[in-house]
């Protein structure tokens, strides 16, 4: 099974960039998707982004598109998710986790989560 590393995440000031990174263990199959997901403090688990490995088809959380971006890197096993303009209601823990539903924006479609990987941003 495919395991997943999260980083690239830290500290910035609102209306900072960030970008994480999703890298996979072996090679990424070309029906997965990859999906991002984040936990805000004392809250559930949300969708961001999902984004089809085969083409790059992509799906974002309404309230993010225009701020954030998803991109894939085949040749480095690796999904971007590039984050601008950020805001304190960011601050999160980010996730990925691989699927085979193609646009899927619900966790019970993905597995394989990683360890996440936090963004912090002060106002």
């Known amino acids: 099974q495919v395991q997943l590393v999260e980083s690239g995440g830290g500290l910035v000031q609102a209306g900072g960039s960030l970008r994480l990174s999703c890298k996979a263990s072996t090679r990424i199959y070309t029906s997965t998707v990859i999906g991002w997901f984040r936990r805000p403090p004392g809250k559930d688990r949300e969708f961001v982004a999902t984004?089809?490995?085969?083409?790059?088809?992509?799906r974002l959380a309404d309230t993010l598109k225009g701020r954030f971006t998803v991109s894939r890197d085949r040749a480095e096993n690796t999904v971007y998710l590039e984050m601008n303009n950020l805001n304190p209601e960011d601050t999160a823990v980010y996730y990925c986790?691989?699927?085979?539903?193609?646009?899927?924006?619900?966790?019970?479609?993905?597995?394989?989560w990683g360890q996440g990987t936090q963004v912090t941003v002060s106002s």
């Open positions: 984004i089809a490995w085969r083409d790059g088809y992509q």
């Open positions: 986790a691989t699927g085979s539903t193609r646009g899927a924006m619900e966790e019970l479609w993905y597995k394989g």
